[in-house]
């Protein structure tokens, strides 16, 4: 106490024990998957459903090709084209970064490069059809001897992407 009641003023704020000169400039507040299934089961879609349900349908053709999965390809998401080459809609959400520019700090690119890789990791993982694919299948397929090369490339980058995304930035063109 202080003459005159009161506590005395703090002549030295401690400072904060873990400043953070580099605050992330686009923070991940929920990185759970799960909540992919959340906003699906709300009929909350997303502005890049269309793409999820491209790559879904990208991926289960290419099962389909090697005999790793028996969908009927007329049947699978009827309304969405067939893009032979998943990584076509990869590159497409990787340039439509809503509110990135070239010039926009590579933390934010690596961070929303992360956001892609996740969301459709969980379309293939059952998320965007529960019990119809899996990555245990895409897995299986790639070890296969009968695999094809053209499909074990893809698949291998398909590993990469969902695995080693997070650790990549964005350089500017």
């Known amino acids: 106490m202080v003459p005159g009641g ?3 003023p703090n002549p030295s704020p401690s400072p904060n024990p873990n400043p953070n000169p580099n ?3 686009d923070p991940d507040p929920d990185p759970n998957p799960k909540s992919f299934s959340w906003f699906q089961a709300e009929d909350i879609l ?3 459903q269309d793409a999820a349900r491209a790559f879904y ?4 053709n290419l099962l389909v090709v090697e005999k790793e999965a028996d969908y009927d390809m007329s049947q699978v998401e009827k309304e969405t084209v067939l893009i032979d080459d998943p990584f076509r809609v990869v590159t497409a959400l990787w340039e439509e970064a809503p ?3 070239d010039d926009s700090d590579p933390r934010a690119w690596s961070n929303w490069r992360q956001r892609v890789a996740r969301f459709l990791y969980w379309a293939v993982d059952g998320g965007l059809h529960p019990g119809e694919m899996t990555l245990d299948m895409l897995i299986k397929c790639e070890r296969r001897q009968s695999c094809s090369l053209r499909a074990r490339d893809i698949l291998q980058r398909l590993f990469d992407f969902f695995i080693r995304t997070p650790h990549r930035a964005r350089t500017p063109a």
């Open 57 to 60: 349908k990208s991926v289960a």
């Open 46 to 48: 997303s502005v890049n």
């Open 6 to 8: 009161g506590d005395p």
């Open 99 to 101: 509110g990135l520019k």
């Open 23 to 25: 605050p992330d400039p």
